[in-house]
């Protein structure tokens, strides 16, 4: 833009300088040219007064004709009789003057002659004609010219000067405000500092205004959203979450493969409905108040304990480590038993626990702590079910750790392919979990299997670009996008982010087809890491994504700074999207968050056809899951 | 030449139909006719006094209907009206010349510089000489009073107002020049 500007200015000032310098000569010329006729006139009007006082004599007029002639600046003189004879005609070579030929040419000097009668008494003799050199005006006109151009060059060029320098003094402020703009286009808010000139300032301004306000929009449709998500995950009375959030959370839990596995621990309210008919409503309140009261203090004590209301009188527990379920539900059965609500209702509480759950399903976990829970309804009100984790045997650990990483050497790996769509059907991409033949000849087995010994024996690495490595080969063959995970652990590594790079770049073509998706990163720091890595590889043609996300809403935005295109909201966000109007606004204001960040949102988990059309109902651009299936 | 008349006072106004009358009807005379009408109608209205007297100044050239409407003017102001008028009837100019001529005034026998208008029927003839001292058109060689010393005409000035724009100082820059750019835009042409 600046480069044109520069030019214009350029092509100004040279029309200007052009211009002046031709008006400069036209007027110099006109004026020049009224002397020359002047004096042109005067010489003739003189020396024909001369000669008429001569009496006639042609000698005497030739000896003052040539006197003046000669003393004169004349190119030429003549004389004419009435009758047309020459009676004098001199003539004289212009001398060679400073001014160019072609200067000569193209600005002539045109005078008429200076014309005057001479006499003799009465007698007419004839008519004089007068002609001055122009050789001196024009080289007058040609050093006046000459001058003039210097001068305007000089004049011209200190304006260009100046011109360059304010221009300069624009860019920089003009740059930062296109540069704000486009920041702003993608949905990142910065605020540029204020330049010096008056009317950059004010408008670098309000851009300033406009970049905070928007933030504060976001950040209030933010705020709504963490709103929306507590009333459809909280449970109202209680204030622990909600049945379904519970089950959710659980589900999500027992689906990590990094983590350790899960204890959950199950409290019932012995004959709920029966203490509430007999006592009333307040002392049961309390009753279950007290319940709380001791679940809170497991939820605040350890990092990543879930509590949640699973019905008027079932409470769950979920542990984020394994082996402290029987201990736990000991404690709690004590205290809730010691507990002076529950002693003056002469209510009772039944606790049933089970150990070391991973890999299975919510339902599945819950109804081994159910059964749990009648054993212990049967028996003396607490029952544990424990059962033996793989993670739990450290001999075991290093087995598995040189399988996994023999499977990877002899390349025993291949890909699972789950198609994403768009609502029209057409293909995103395919998610691409890797799969590793642990046993030579043996089964693929998922991630689920071996992920969290892969991360522990810090093979995340080797895992990752083994899947990318599988995944560019298969786009490389058929031509279809896909999408593999790169687990926080690698892409956080030093140097991860350039091998991966070094791999894009040896396909290029592949490359574009590319998806690199992490799991929600929390850490400001892992943030850092990500953005730097998703920069590099979009070079590449490669598109980011993070996946799992959608549970802390505040948190997209710093998604998005992190350079991610595409946004996968996690299944337990959209599970019952079709049925329950909590989940139902909650993901609506997913959508339109990720939408307000300009980015791509995708759902997770999709396993009900009616849930499906609902989340396409709410803008979603594409699915996957169980119900998402590509067309034969 | 009316319009010019009427910024010159009732006078001018009343002298142009005259005028435009005799020059009309001079068109087809012969030049001897001409030049004695012409020369009677100035001589008739225009009284001679000096510059000085007149018009305040050592010597100011009047165009023909300045000298009417004043009524009174010097030697150059008949010449100039006559030389005009002359031209509009039909004239050809290289036959007539203002003379500058050093004229001895009968009652004072001093020599005095005078002008007058010179009329050559043929190159070299003698010339016919149109005078305010004295009211007849007489030949030269009976005006042994006036000694000519040089003569000139409008030849070599622009001819016609049209080539001569108004704003040129050079136009300006002589009496003779300017009072000829007067009289053309008074409609002697």
């Known amino acids: 833009m600046t480069r044109r500007v520069e030019l214009l200015i350029a092509f100004v000032l040279l029309l200007a300088l052009l211009g002046s310098l031709a008006i400069h000569t036209l007027t110099a010329r006109r004026a020049l040219q009224l002397q020359l006729e002047l004096h042109n006139r005067d010489a003739a009007a003189a020396l024909a007064l001369s000669l008429s006082q001569q009496r006639g004599d042609p000698a ?92 305007l060059t000089a004049l011209m060029l200190a304006a260009g000067g100046l011109a360059a320098w304010l221009l300069r003094l624009w860019r920089r402020p003009l740059l930062a405000t296109v540069a704000q703009a486009q920041a702003l286009e993608q949905g990142r808010f910065v605020e540029a500092e204020l330049p010096r000139l008056p009317e950059l300032r004010q ?16 950040g209030a449709q933010a705020e709504q959203v963490t709103l929306l998500q507590r009333q459809a995950q909280l449970d109202a009375v209680t204030g622990l979450s909600s049945r379904r959030h519970f089950i959710g959370q659980l589900q999500q839990r027992l689906g990590d493969a990094t983590a350790p596995g899960v204890a959950l621990i199950l409290v019932r309210v012995w004959q709920l409905e029966a203490l509430n ?28 304990t879930l509590a949640g209301r699973l019905n008027g009188s079932d409470f769950g527990l979920c542990l984020p480590v394994p082996g402290l379920a029987a201990e736990t ?51 003396n009100g607490l029952a544990v079910d424990g059962r033996a984790g793989l993670a739990a045997d450290p001999a075991g650990a290093r087995v598995w750790r040189a399988q996994i990483a023999d499977a990877l050497a002899s390349r025993r790996t291949r890909l699972g392919e789950f198609p994403v769509l768009a609502p029209d059907g057409g293909l995103i991409h395919l998610e691409c979990p890797l799969r ?37 080969q298969a786009i490389a063959a058929d031509g279809r996008p896909r999408a593999v995970n790169v687990s926080l652990a690698s892409a956080t590594l030093p140097g991860f982010a350039t091998e991966v790079a070094r791999c894009l770049q040896a396909v290029p073509d592949a490359a574009r087809l590319l998806s690199l998706e992490w799991a929600d990163a929390a850490r400001p720091a892992d943030l850092r890491a990500l953005a730097e890595a998703a920069a ?76 499906l059309a609902a989340l396409w109902a709410l803008g979603f651009d594409g699915a996957t899951g169980p119900a998402v299936r590509l067309p034969d | 030449m009316q319009v010019a008349a009427q ?34 109608f100035f001589n008739e209205r225009i009284v001679f006094r000096s510059d000085a007297e007149v018009w305040n100044v050592d010597d100011h050239w009047a165009s023909p209907l300045e000298a009417i409407a004043r009524g009174e003017g010097d030697c150059e ?113």
């Open chain 1, 436 to 472: 590793v033949q642990l046993e030579d000849g043996g089964e693929f087995q998922p991630a689920a299997r071996w992920l969290a010994l892969a991360r522990r024996s810090r093979l995340m690495p080797e895992v990752d670009l083994a899947a990318l490595d599988l995944a560019l």
């Open chain 1, 203 to 218: 408008l670098t301004q309000s851009m300033n205004t406009t970049v905070r306000r928007l933030r504060e929009v976001f």
């Open chain 1, 277 to 304: 008919a007999r006592l009333g409503h307040e002392a049961t309140d309390r009753v279950l108040g007290a319940v709380v009261d001791v679940l809170q203090t497991y939820v605040e004590r350890v990092s990543g």
């Open chain 1, 536 to 611: 590099l590889w979009h070079r590449h043609g490669a598109r980011v994504g993070a996946e799992h996300a959608g549970a802390a809403a505040q948190q997209l935005p710093r998604l998005h700074d992190a350079g991610v295109d595409y946004v996968k909201v996690d299944a337990r966000h959209v599970r019952d999207v079709a049925t329950d109007e909590a989940v139902n606004a909650y993901a609506r204001s997913l959508v339109a968050l990720i939408h307000g960040l300009g980015l791509v949102a995708l759902a997770e988990g999709v396993e009900d056809a009616r849930d």
């Open chain 2, 7 to 40: 910024r010159l006072g009732p006078r001018a106004v009343a002298a142009v139909p005259p005028l435009q009358g005799l020059l009309a009807s001079l068109r087809t005379a012969g030049d001897g006719e001409r030049l004695q009408r012409v020369n009677r």
């Open chain 1, 329 to 379: 539900a000991a404690s709690i059965h004590t205290t809730l038993a010691a507990a002076p609500a529950l002693r003056a209702a002469g209510a009772e509480v039944m606790v049933g626990a089970t150990d070391s759950l991973s890999g299975v399903a919510a339902g599945a976990a819950l109804a081994e702590a159910d059964a749990a829970l009648a054993r212990a309804e049967a028996g």
């Open chain 1, 60 to 151: 005497s007029l030739r000896t003052v004709a040539a006197a003046q002639f000669d003393l004169g600046h004349y190119r030429s003189l003549r004389l004419r009789g009435d009758d047309g004879r020459a009676l004098l005609d001199m003539q004289q070579q212009a001398p060679a003057g400073r001014a160019p030929a072609w200067f000569l040419r193209s600005v002539p000097l045109s005078t008429p002659p200076g014309v005057a009668l001479v006499s003799d008494g009465w007698r007419s003799i004839g008519r004089l004609e007068v002609e001055s050199h122009t050789a001196w005006a024009h080289d007058a006109l040609w050093d006046a010219c000459m001058r003039t151009a210097l001068l």
């Open chain 2, 77 to 189: 102001d008949y010449a100039i009206a006559k030389y005009a008028s002359l031209l509009a009837a039909g004239v050809p100019r290289q036959r007539l010349r203002l003379v500058y001529v050093r004229a001895v005034l009968p009652e004072t026998g001093k020599p005095q510089p005078h002008m007058v208008l010179a009329y050559h029927a043929e190159v070299n003839a003698e010339p016919l000489i149109l005078d305010n001292l004295r009211p007849e058109v007489q030949p030269a060689s009976q005006r042994p009073d006036l000694t000519p010393v040089f003569s000139f005409n409008d030849e070599g000035l622009w001819q016609g107002a049209g080539s001569a724009p108004a704003g040129d100082p050079l136009v300006r820059l002589s009496r003779w020049r300017e009072v000829w750019r007067r009289t053309q835009e008074e409609g002697f042409r």
